[in-house]
């Protein structure tokens, strides 16, 4: 499991779309991982969903039709996981089961199926009449014996078969490619749905914990606490057994990044001490429950680092803090504030 930001910092283009060829770098340079890549006919993208591939679409998301792609708003350039492809979908016609970045996993999200007519139109459009790609097969290898696209699956002439690609293959040959295509194209991708909020900062509300020995307390202790706590009796988040060691430090974790990377969701990139664990709770406005985001460990910029990725509704402001852990070491940040800007 990964996330774009760690994609992201792992390929040399850091700024503006991305493609398939900088998805092939991240990939073979983080975890020694290759996938295919290449232009395809929507007859070999059949045939690669139908035998079992994973398939990465670049598609012209205006070109999905408004009640099938899941935000009507957004027409630019965007990618879509393919996970199957059936000759019978929910309307008796061949359909694709779409995983969509823009729908939430949190909320339930699990992807759905698309007509493969309307997958098909979109991807490409993208790319004049090609369909950029990349996949791959579980295990990194075909399998074999593997499920072959029958004839009456095949896409019609007329209405995904432009004239400038080849004609289907003869009875009996298999259409499905085996390595890379011929790349005729791989327009970068990614353009953000115009719904993504704007950070307006992050602000950090230094000294809200008091950690000394003495008879001091934390800032959230008084009555009415401040607007930025959360609410509730004062307790000790549990940082595991208990060590013979000085109080948590303050100053040892670092915030590099925050912002917003699409509708509702928002990564906070931040940097604690070597052989440390770190952690990310937040709440929202001085009501919500406190929760534990999930934190995944990246490479940014030389430096080993931490990615934390919250989920929420769209338009949602909130606080965190941060901590970290290792052996006989326990550290916590400041409060931070993540607030939208309307």
């Keep these: 499991v990964t996330t774009g930001s760690q994609l992201r910092s792992l390929q040399s283009r850091q700024e503006g779309g991305t493609n398939f060829d900088n998805l092939n770098e991240a990939l073979e340079k983080g975890w020694r991982v290759k996938v295919?890549?290449?232009?395809?006919?929507?007859?070999?993208?059949?045939?690669?969903?139908?035998?079992g591939a994973g398939v990465v679409l670049s598609l012209d998301y205006g070109e999905v039709p408004i009640g099938v792609r899941l935000q009507a708003s957004f027409t630019g350039g965007?990618?879509?996981?393919v996970d199957a492809f059936t000759e019978s979908g929910p309307d008796g016609k061949p359909a694709y089961w779409v995983m969509d970045p823009i729908g939430h996993s949190w909320?339930?999200?699990?992807?759905?199926w698309w007509p493969a007519a309307d997958v098909e139109r979109a991807a490409l459009a993208r790319n004049g009449g090609w369909i950029s790609a990349a996949w791959a097969f579980a295990g990194g290898r075909i399998p074999d014996p593997r499920p072959r696209l029958p004839g009456t699956a095949y896409p019609g002439v007329d209405q995904n078969q432009p004239s400038q690609l080849p004609s289907p293959p003869p009875p009996g040959?298999?259409?499905m490619p085996t390595d890379d295509t011929v790349d005729l194209g791989d327009p970068p991708t990614g353009t953000p749905p115009p719904e993504t909020p704007i950070i307006d900062g992050v602000d950090f509300d230094s000294s809200v914990f008091e950690l000394d020995p003495g008879t001091s307390f934390a800032k959230c202790a008084v009555v009415p606490a401040p607007s930025f706590c959360p609410t509730g009796i004062i307790g000790i988040i549990d940082l595991g057994q208990p060590i013979a060691t000085s109080p948590p430090r303050t100053d040892d974790i670092r915030l590099l990044y925050a912002d917003a990377v699409a509708p509702g969701t928002y990564q906070i990139i931040f940097e604690t001490p070597p052989d440390t664990d770190g952690s990310l709770f937040l709440w929202t406005g001085t009501s919500g429950d406190l929760r534990e985001a999930t934190v995944d460990d990246g490479f940014v910029d030389g430096k080993d680092v931490k990615i934390a990725t919250v989920s929420l509704e769209p338009n949602?402001?909130?606080?965190?803090?941060?901590?970290?852990?290792?052996d006989g070491y326990r550290a916590i940040s400041d409060v931070g504030s993540m607030t939208i800007k309307q």
């Design 316 to 326: 949602t402001g909130f606080s965190f803090f941060t901590t970290a852990t290792g």
């Design 107 to 112: 909320a339930g999200y699990k992807g759905g």
């Design 36 to 51: 295919l890549h290449g232009s395809l006919t929507a007859l070999q993208l059949r045939a690669l969903s139908y035998a």
């Design 173 to 175: 040959v298999d259409p």
């Design 78 to 81: 965007h990618a879509v996981y």
